[in-house]
Structures are given as C-alpha cells and as structure tokens.
C-alpha cells in the first residue's frame, strides 16, 4: 500500500544499502520543490483528494442554484482550484509512467554501455549495481537505453533489469 509507513521505511533503507550513489540532478532538485504537492504525496492520496474536491464542487455548484451565499462562491473556487491542481498531478504521473516507465537494476553488476552492444564502450568508469534506479528511455532487442537520477543515460541488457509498476 503506497501509505503504509513500513513500506517506506523499508524502500529508504533499500536505497541507503545501494551500491551507487547517483545524485539527482538540479533541476529534478528544483522541481521537486516547486512541486512538493506531486512528489511528497502518494498518488493514491492525491487520488483521494481530487475526487472529494471535485465532488465538493459539484455539490457546491448544486447548492449555488438555490443558495445565494457568498460562502459557496469561495467554497466553488478553492474544490476548482484543488481539483485542477490535483487532476494536473495525476495526469503528469500516468503520462510520464506510460511514456518513460521506471526501474530498477537487478543483476549484481552491470556494465552500462554507449550503445546497444557489448562491443560498445562502457558509458561509466564503474558498473552499475543492483538497486540502481532508472528510467525507460528506449527498448531494442535485448538492450534498454535508460536514464539515471543524474540524467545520464546509458544502455543496459535488458536481462540485468525489471520495470516497476505501481
């Protein structure tokens, strides 16, 4: 359950025992201030909160019809507001996840490479180890081109990894 405080705990200790220590990039740094409502809520919370504001809107739209109070108007401004931002966090995370997938690094160690070959050079001086985080960028035969937390982006056996889903 994306809430359960267990899981989280056990998904950042998971993270801390990580071989690589791949620093996110600045702009992902800045984003996920601006936008701490999209990445410091689970989904299924926001899920929650876009539906309760935009049922809150429509029962409040209702009441307006028959109710001339200026509470209404104010109450129908902030369940649109909240119900815009919400839905937007939402659409974000299903585009995002159906066009760039995430995963994680399975095998022990593996060496990331400029191109989809083992004859390619290696894109890093060190391989990649298991409970490395990733991106799907692109898929060939056998090979996917991934993006790291840093923004580089390297190609991997497909067979060294998994895609995870929510």
Not at 50 to 72: E, H, P, T
Not at 99 to 124: C, H, I, K, L, N
Not at 129 to 134: D, Q, S, V
Request: hydrophobic share 50%.
């Amino acid at each position: 359950m994306a809430n359960d405080q267990n899981l989280r705990q056990n998904l950042e200790y998971a993270r801390n025992r990580r071989a690589d220590r791949i620093e996110v990039k600045q702009r992902e740094q800045v984003y996920r201030t601006l936008f701490f409502l999209h990445y410091d809520i689970p989904s299924r919370a926001r899920l929650l909160v876009f539906a309760a504001s935009f049922a809150a809107l429509w029962i409040a739209a209702a009441l307006r019809l028959f109710l001339r109070s200026g509470a209404l108007k104010v109450v129908i401004a902030v369940a649109a507001v909240l119900s815009c931002v919400f839905l937007a966090s939402l659409v974000v995370d299903a585009v995002n996840l159906a066009r760039t997938p995430e995963g994680v690094v399975t095998a022990a160690e593996v060496t990331g490479r400029m191109g989809d070959a083992d004859t390619y050079q290696p894109s890093f001086r060190e391989p990649l180890h298991a409970g490395t985080e990733f991106r799907l960028v692109e898929r060939r035969a056998g090979w996917w081109r991934i993006e790291l937390e840093s923004g580089d982006r390297t190609w991997i056996p497909d067979r060294a990894a998994e895609l995870v889903f929510d």
